[in-house]
Structures are given as C-alpha cells and as structure tokens.
C-alpha cells in the first residue's frame, strides 16, 4: 500500500513539473526571439549587417533629385554623394505605409527621404532614430482622428511617426521659391524631438538655438519687423515649433532674402542646422 501510494504521489508531481516546464518553455522562447528581433532589427538600423545595405539612388532618382531640389547644384561632389548615400539609407530603412490611392510611391518616398537629409545635411546624426519611424502617406489632405480636423500633413512625437499628403509633398517640390515645403516642414519637427534629452553636441547646440530663437520671438520688436515683413507663414506665430518649421522652408528655399531680411535669425537656424544654403560651398562642416 505505502509503495503504490508513494507511486501515484510520484506520478503527480511529475504531471505538475511537465505543466510548469511547458509554460517556463514557452515564455523563454518568446523572450528569446523578442530579443534575437530587437538584435536583428538594432543590426540592420545601425548598419551592422553586411545582407542589409541600402541600394545606392538609381540614375533616374537622382535626375529627379536634381530637378527637384536647386542647392543640390551648388554642393561639392563628395557632400553631393553624401547627400545621395544618406537619402538612399533613409528611404531603404523607414517604413512607408500608404492610404488607398496614393499614386508615384517612389518618387513621393523619394523626396520624403531627401528633405529629411537636407535639414542634417551638416550633422553626423542623420538617421531620426528616435523620432520617425514610420511615415504614412495619403493620397490627399486627410481628417485627422487626433484634432478632428482636415491636414496636409502632421508629426505625432508619440507614435514616431509622421504624416503626409502625397500632393502637398509633390507640389512642395515643383514651387522652389513659395517658401511651402510639406515635407520639410514635418521633419524640422521630427527633428526637433530627435535632438530634444539627447547628450551630443550638436543635439545640444540645437536645442540652445531654439532657447535663443524663443528669446527671439519673445521680443516685441522683433515680432513687430516679423509680422510686418510678411516674408514667414503667418501659421508659423502659432508656437515656438510651429515658427521654426515655417523657418525651415525659408531657410531652404529662399536662403539669400532670409539672410537679408532677418541676418540675426539666419545665423541662428545656420548654426543649428551646421550648413549654409545660401551659399553651400562656403560654410565650413565640421
């Protein structure tokens, strides 16, 4: 009797084992290849995976490129290669997600791609790790679940993500000189929370700049010679983020009259972004 019974004790305790050894099993192989995916994924974002290089810009993307964006004449031929390599890597590692309609993906990926390397052409830290990753594109203006209202494009910090109108980022590209560019816009505010807590000095030197643009806009004088210029979006007063992404546009495509107009404010966003586009060749990267 003593015998048997420690038997079905012995049976028992084994069945109990087996069930707690399935689940501890179960649980170690999903952390294990939670881990091996964030290894995988940390591999190919930073470019440690040999399988995973970005496929260099077709002849015909940089044509596009070229007619798309007019400082890229101005460049020397190894920024001109390095603005080339940086949009392939950033189009090849971001993921795009398109709306039902979205027409020309590779050209709207394209320039998305370029004009987020335009605003780091002059920074060693190009990659927005830890403010996009993803984009999604609509075909048109869209209705935001977040305001409820109609947009051309938005930057979600929280979600890393960013949002835009394929026709507002075409047409922000075939208009060089209307200061209104979608897609720089939207990515001067990623940029600003890429840069925001990071601990390098070019983060940090762009974050002292956008303290000494909200100085700037904090005087009553310089708001006055602002407003009554009409050379900036009047959208840009809304908020300090709101004036410095308008400034961008300005900043790029009309570079030589914002130097003139407001040198103090041109110096500034140079300074913040390492690079000069009223004059590419002249400004010294460091």
């Not at 192989?29 to 290089?53: D, H, K, Q, T, V």
């Not at 983060?203 to 210029?229: N, P, V, W």
């Not at 308008?246 to 300074?271: D, R, S």
């Not at 586009?277 to 010294?284: E, T, V």
């Amino acid at each position: 009797m003593s015998i048997i019974g420690r038997g079905r004790s012995r049976t028992h305790v084994a069945v109990d084992i087996d069930g707690v050894d399935i689940f501890g099993i179960a649980c170690l192989l999903f952390i294990f290849s939670y881990l091996i995916y964030i290894l995988y994924y940390a591999i190919g974002l930073y470019e440690l995976n040999p399988f995973l290089r970005p496929k260099p810009l077709s002849t015909k993307e940089i044509h596009q490129l070229k007619n798309s964006i007019d400082f890229l004449h101005q460049l020397e031929e190894t920024e001109l290669q390095l603005f080339y390599e940086r949009t392939a890597w950033f189009k090849y590692k971001k993921t795009f997600a398109y709306r039902k309609g979205v027409r020309k993906k590779q050209e709207v990926e394209l320039l998305i791609s370029a004009a987020a390397v335009a605003l780091t052409l002059g920074m060693k830290n190009f990659k927005y790790i830890r403010s996009v990753q993803r984009i999604v594109i609509y075909p048109s203006d869209y209705f935001s679940l977040l305001n409820r209202r109609h947009h051309a494009g938005e930057y979600n910090p929280r979600l890393r993500t960013a949002v835009f109108s394929a026709d507002s980022v075409q047409s922000g590209f075939e208009n060089t000189k209307d200061n209104v560019n979608l897609a720089i816009h939207e990515m001067a505010h990623a940029l600003c929370f890429e840069t925001r807590r990071k601990n390098t000095w070019e983060a940090r030197k762009f974050q002292a700049g956008l303290r000494k643009m909200r100085e700037q806009l904090q005087d009553s004088d310089f708001q006055k010679r602002i407003k009554d210029s009409d050379y900036f979006r009047e959208y840009g007063y809304s908020n300090l983020f709101e004036f410095f992404a308008v400034a961008t546009e300005n900043f790029l495509e009309t570079p030589k009259e914002f130097k003139g107009n407001f040198p103090e404010l041109y110096e500034l966003t140079k300074t913040m972004l390492n690079f000069d586009f009223s004059d590419p060749k002249s400004f010294p990267r460091k």
